[in-house]
């Protein structure tokens, strides 16, 4: 007779390895690294079910530093490993720590790819909007006009913008968080680990050394609050110091600032859905930037579709029916074959 045998309650230090981490001081990895090691106890699954497997970049080293299976694997190849790690595995959970180098310049399909198939894997993107370990050259996502040493007169190129990619790509769960804003983002990979499916969480995290204080119109207390939104699913979009502003279409369906009590009640702004299958409003929520407009924060969209993972083993076990086991060795003679 099988008895069930409880979990061990585990501790945020039960996930912390021996490594010496090797981040500059300050870096705002050390916010991701601490509010990640939170969440994962609270997840009720066992430890040994956890894989985290990343590219190349300082986000990167994240295995290292978790007492857990992980990959350090190849420039923007990640979503690709964890891809067959999750395929030869279905029973873990599995991570793909990426930046924004990374999974949107040498990474750019691999990254467009995993979502699109939503294989049921949790990408967390580290967007500082510069290239970190390689000493200060622009990224995929820097502002055009960003001088770097690798651009001295000023980035020409228009940057990406992570969350439109990923919805663009069908991504069943996009989000977005801030690194020191450890609540949020405690809240939003909670979800994120949570999500069956493709689960995208861009995070906002400051480089101190090559790119500090790039996001502080979103981490900088009596700053943020002019100017992010904070996402909840069926409520009105309102922001401010007071909670006096909201978010209406205008008469071109494009969103607007607009002050509440002079002629706009509540009823008059726009409310997020997030669970819409339409990804209208989610892609409108990702193009407002700031500083022409506030930002969102928070899930811009949850939605429940198959995964890639249980379409592949449903696809084998009905070969298998069909066919019986299959013959390797029979498959390789079969049709024209050459002797050399």
Not at 112 to 125: A, E, G, S, T
Not at 304 to 309: I, K, S
Request: glycine share 8%; hydrophobic share 35%; net charge negative.
């Amino acid at each position: 007779m099988s008895v069930d045998v409880p979990l061990p309650v585990l501790s945020p230090k039960d996930f912390a390895s021996d490594q010496e981490i090797r981040w500059c001081p300050r870096c705002g990895d050390y916010s991701i690294l601490a509010q990640m090691k939170k969440v994962l106890p609270t997840l009720g699954i066992p430890k040994e079910k956890f894989v985290f497997v990343s590219g190349i970049g300082c986000s990167s080293r994240f295995p290292y530093y978790m007492d857990t299976y992980g990959m350090h694997s190849i420039h923007g190849r990640a979503p690709a490993v964890a891809t067959g790690v999750k395929l030869a595995n279905p029973e873990l959970q599995v991570w793909v720590i990426t930046g924004d180098g990374d999974s949107l310049s040498i990474g750019g399909n691999h990254f467009m790819h995993v979502l699109r198939r939503n294989v049921d894997l949790k990408v967390i993107l580290f967007n500082n909007q510069i290239y970190g370990l390689t000493k200060g050259q622009y990224s995929p996502t820097s502002p055009m006009g960003t001088k770097t040493k690798s651009t001295p007169f000023g980035s020409v190129d228009r940057p990406l913008n992570p969350l439109s990619v990923a919805i663009g790509a069908r991504a069943t769960f996009a989000a977005r968080s801030v690194d020191v804003d450890i609540k949020h983002l405690c809240s939003v990979l909670e979800r994120a680990a949570k999500h069956k499916g493709s689960a995208f969480v861009e995070v906002y995290q400051d480089c101190n050394v090559f790119n500090s204080g790039a996001f502080e119109f979103a981490s900088k207390k009596g700053k943020k609050e002019e100017n992010v939104i904070y996402l909840e699913h069926g409520k009105p979009l309102i922001f401010g110091k007071e909670r006096d502003k909201g978010i209406r279409l205008n008469s071109h369906d494009q969103p607007e600032v607009v002050e509440l009590g002079k002629g706009v009640t509540e009823d008059d702004l726009l409310f997020h859905d997030e669970k819409s299958e339409d990804m209208n409003l989610a892609f409108l929520l990702a193009s407002m930037r700031h500083p022409e407009m506030p930002e969102p924060m928070g899930v811009f969209r949850c939605v429940e579709h198959p995964t890639y993972n249980e379409a592949v083993y449903d696809q084998v076990a009905s070969a298998t029916e069909r066919n019986g086991e299959g013959d390797l060795e029979e498959l390789f003679n079969t049709g024209d074959t050459w002797t050399v």
